[in-house]
């Protein structure tokens, strides 16, 4: 039997309280799930005053609607679905959900020149790549993939969601989710090793 | 080395879920140099991605929602309560219709029947829009409950 840890409260002893009447105790939810509300809203809204607003809507959301939440998911994934819904209707008014930066090629194709660029790449980088270097160059090559990209690498790399509770907060089957996935991390790989090539040349 | 080298998908279920891989991948990969290259190339991207610093706000999210919270119960307490406006609505409308409740019957007498159609009309279009907003508003609502 899994035991819930002493210093996590569950959903029920976080939502209670608030349904209750003791509307400070709803900080408690805000602290609990900002890290990962954060995860959404900063990968899909550029702009600080933006995500401002954005995070203030959503917590005004999550506050009215808490009665109806039903403990039929985790609270987190609940919260994240509100986010990232109020996001994505942000971007789609902007028609930037899917929007790629132009030095991104999204089909990935054109960026590798052949199998053995890539394999000469590798082998000249694996020893050479400073870990810090390769999160900051990362950083930059995640910040030019479309929004819900970002979005969905953040949630699994280092929220580690799984592909279901993605498929739930984003509103896309598992098969999408894992497509998107899919295609990111090849985009990520090969624009990764085309700029240690460029380097090195 | 057997077979074609491994499909990207192939590479990236090496690196994540490596039991689920064919033995024929497996036994392709130990013999492969290039395939063996791109492994190595994901497994990086993979530790860079999980070592991503995580995103946080330039604001204090808790202090701007708290404040908006007691914000909007201070308004709540300045309006009045439903049983000030139910007691305002019967006074503005019960005490007229007892002053002039002879009169009363003459309203829908002497009103003229394109007048009173109207009037029905209007209110008819009136009260379709506010349930059809009402809908609109519901169902909004529950996709973002449920969706």
Redesign the interface.
Same mark, same amino acid.
């Given at each position: 039997m899994s035991k819930q840890p002493r210093n996590i409260p569950t959903d029920r002893q976080l939502v209670d309280p608030v349904l209750g009447g003791d509307?400070?105790a709803?900080?408690e939810i805000?602290?609990m799930t900002?890290?990962l #509300?954060?995860?959404i #809203?900063?990968?899909m809204i550029s702009n600080?005053e933006d995500?401002?607003d954005i995070?203030?809507d959503i917590?005004?959301?999550v506050?009215h609607?808490l009665k109806?939440?039903r403990f039929q998911s985790k609270l987190s994934t609940?919260v994240a679905?509100?986010a990232y819904?109020t996001c994505s209707s942000q971007l789609q008014k902007r028609r930037l959900l899917l929007h790629v930066l132009p030095d991104f090629d999204m089909d990935g194709e054109s960026l590798s020149s052949g199998?053995?660029h890539?394999?000469?790449?590798?082998?000249e980088?694996?020893d050479s790549?400073l870990?810090k270097e390769?999160?900051g160059i990362?950083?930059a090559q995640?910040g030019q993939l479309p929004p819900l990209y970002q979005t969905l690498?953040?949630l699994y790399?280092?929220e580690e969601l799984t592909y279901q509770e993605m498929a739930q907060i984003t509103?896309l089957p598992e098969g999408t989710v894992k497509s998107y996935l899919?295609r990111a991390?090849?985009m990520?790989?090969e624009k990764?090793?085309s700029k240690y090539k460029m380097e090195k040349l | 080395m057997s077979g074609a080298h491994l499909s990207e998908e192939e590479l990236q279920q090496y690196i994540l879920d490596r039991p689920a891989c064919t033995p024929e991948d497996i036994a392709h990969l130990d013999g492969c140099p290039d395939c063996q290259a791109q492994v190595a190339a994901y497994g990086l991207l993979m530790e860079g991605l999980s070592q991503q610093p995580a995103p946080v706000f330039g604001f204090d999210v808790s202090a701007i929602v708290m404040g908006q919270l007691a914000e909007s119960a201070e308004r709540r307490v300045e309006r009045p309560s439903w049983w000030a406006t139910a007691a305002l609505i019967l006074l503005v409308t019960a005490v007229p219709a007892w002053l002039f409740r002879k009169s009363a019957y003459y309203v829908f007498t002497d009103i003229s029947a394109v007048f009173l159609y109207l009037i029905l009309a209007a209110a008819g279009v009136f009260v379709l829009l506010r349930v059809l907003h009402l809908i609109k508003r519901y169902q909004q609502i529950i996709n973002i409950i449920n969706k």
């Open positions: 509307t400070p709803f900080s805000i602290s900002e890290g #509300v954060a995860q #809203v900063c990968k600080e995500r401002k995070v203030q917590y005004l959301k506050f609607y109806g939440f609940w679905q509100i819904n199998r053995q890539t394999v000469r790449a590798a082998e980088t694996d790549i870990k390769l999160t990362l950083q995640i690498i953040g790399h280092q509103g899919f991390r090849k990520l790989k990764l090793l | -």
